[in-house]
Structures are given as C-alpha cells and as structure tokens.
C-alpha cells in the first residue's frame, strides 16, 4: 500500500489508476473552480468543467468502496451576470454515470466581510455535494451531535397533549414528530448547513479550506483506520483532518509547489500532536508512519 498516507504529485485522473477499486472510504475536495484561480493554479473555461471533471469522477467512483461517500465543494461562480449552470450540469451527468445525489450540506462563511455589487449580494455559502454509490453507506450521525440549543429551555416546559404523542405532517408527507422526545436531551442531529469561518490566507495556497471542514465530515462517513482520499489536495487540510482522527489519507495533487506545502503542513501538525487524536485519543492506525513522502506518478 505504497499510495497510503502519501501525496502523490500529478493529475488525479492519471495517479488514481494506480489506486485499487473499492479502496477509499470517503472522498473529500474542493477542485478548482472555473476559471476562478488563473493566476495560481490554471482555470477551467466554465463551459468545459463538466467535460474536464467527469473522467475524473469515473476515477473516484472506481477506487470508493459501495459503502463510501464522495463530499464535493463547489459552487457555481458567476458569468456575464448570471449563475453559471456547470455544478448542475455536472450533477445530471453524474446521475447518469450511476452515482447517486444523496444529499447537498451549505457551508455557511462564518466569517465573510461585507460587499458591494451593483446586483447581487456577498457570496457567503458553498455547496458540499453528497454522492453514493448506493442507498446504504457508512454513515455516524452522533459522532457530529450539536447541544440542544436553547430553544428547548422554553418549548419544552409546558408541553401540551399533541406535543406527547407523534403528530403526523398535515400535508401527509409521512413525516412526524413528538416534541416530548427532546425533553432531557443535550445534544441532537444537526442540521445541514455548517456554520464554519473561512481559514486565514497564510497558508500559501490561495483556496485553503478549514481542516474543521474535512473533519466533520470524516467523523460522520469513517471509522478510524479508515482511507480518506483528497484528489485536489491543495495544502493538506484534508490530510491533516484524517490524521488527527486516525484515518488513514491519500492526496493528490498537480502542483509540486502544493505537495511540498502539504507535506510540510502534515509534519508541523504532527510534530505538535503526535500520534494523538481530537479527543486526546491515540488512534492506532495499520500501516501509518510518522512523516509524510510524496511520490510523482
Ligand atoms: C481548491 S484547491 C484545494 C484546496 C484544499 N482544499 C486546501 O484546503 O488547501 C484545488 C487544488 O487542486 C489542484 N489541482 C488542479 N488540477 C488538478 C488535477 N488535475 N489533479 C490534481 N490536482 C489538481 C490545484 O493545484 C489546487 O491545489
């Protein structure tokens, strides 16, 4: 397993065929966006991303196992006025393709300042796409609970008769809900928007994500020992997520430039956690060595 916590310098599309089928647990990224980042790492024309991106998803969708999950962030920028259409498009010709669109999470930007357009506000959220294989995947909803909130401090105090019993959608959408199960609860199921800040730009990569992003989602779709892959590592986030949880990582990425920053990223965290999960836990994990190496393919 010689691809196994390493990040591997090329084209995802072509490093990927080296990776075996049904070998990743959770595939998490953020690629580049159309034509959004020219300067540093080279766009895609937004009329060409669905093109330029499908034979790499046919890679992701070969090495995930039938019980993993692929985590896409994106969002549609803006072209000649209007939202462009390829993150939908992109979604029709991956149904096609057989994946299943399971659900779609909003990461809200904690921490954006505000603007000024002549006709649309500040861009605040981005899309993390959720796609299956099939119905039934890995999935640890109380390994991401949230407090109850205080909303509970005063809806649940006088409860009435129909807030002890289930009480059935009125529009017969089969959904209900008996609002005197939440009493003595502290913590729930969140919701699925993710309230998260932006990670500051010194980390010399232009589109960093914040390594709480990635976590929340390992957490909910591994187990520890687990493979995360990261396609479009960037600067590591991803990486440094799945080692702090004790998953195992594989990442790629184009630029040498990147690959050198994550490495150097996973040592500085390493060396400041060793071998020490979130919780102050030691995940052992088979086969993880302290250190990073990269390999060009
Ligand atoms: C949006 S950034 C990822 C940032 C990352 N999530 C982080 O937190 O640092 C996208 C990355 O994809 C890389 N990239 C672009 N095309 C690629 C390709 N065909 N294969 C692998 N990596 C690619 C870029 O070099 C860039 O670092």
């Excluded at 393709?97 to 500040?122: A, D, I, Q, V």
């Excluded at 959720?130 to 999935?139: G, R």
């Amino acid at each position: 397993m010689h691809y196994l916590n390493k990040i591997l310098l090329g084209d995802c599309e072509e490093v990927l065929k080296g990776i075996p089928e049904n070998s990743v647990d959770l595939i998490v990224t953020s690629p580049p966006y159309a034509d959004q980042r020219q300067q540093t790492y080279g766009g895609i024309c937004p009329t060409k991303y669905v093109a330029w991106f499908l034979p790499k998803v046919d890679q992701f969708y070969r090495v995930l196992k039938p019980t993993g999950t692929f985590v896409l962030n994106i969002k549609e920028r803006v072209v000649s006025g209007e939202r462009h259409t390829y993150v939908i498009e992109l979604i029709l010709e991956m149904r096609r393709r057989g994946w299943l669109w399971t659900e779609e999470f909003m990461w809200h930007k904690k921490n954006s300042y505000p603007g000024k357009w002549p006709n649309r506000f500040r861009d605040n959220w981005e899309r993390l796409l959720q796609f299956n294989k099939q119905k039934k995947f890995q999935m640890h909803q109380e390994e991401v609970m949230v407090p109850v909130g205080t909303w509970a401090k005063h809806r649940l105090v006088n409860l009435s008769d129909t807030d002890k019993i289930r009480d059935e959608s009125r529009v017969g959408s089969g959904f209900g809900k008996n609002v005197s199960n939440w009493v003595g609860r502290r913590k729930v199921y969140p919701n699925n928007v993710i309230h998260m800040a932006t990670e500051s730009s010194n980390q010399n990569h232009s589109a960093v994500f914040p390594v709480a992003l990635p976590t929340w989602f390992i957490k909910l779709f591994t187990s520890p020992g687990d493979t995360v892959l990261d396609p479009f590592m960037g600067s590591g986030s991803t990486a440094i997520a799945a080692l702090k949880l004790g998953r195992n990582y594989i990442g790629v990425d184009i630029n040498k430039q990147y690959v050198d920053l994550a490495n150097q990223r996973i040592n500085n965290s390493q060396t400041r956690l060793p071998g020490v999960g979130e919780r102050g836990k030691r995940y052992p994990v088979k086969g993880q060595k302290e250190g990073v190496h990269s390999e060009t393919y």
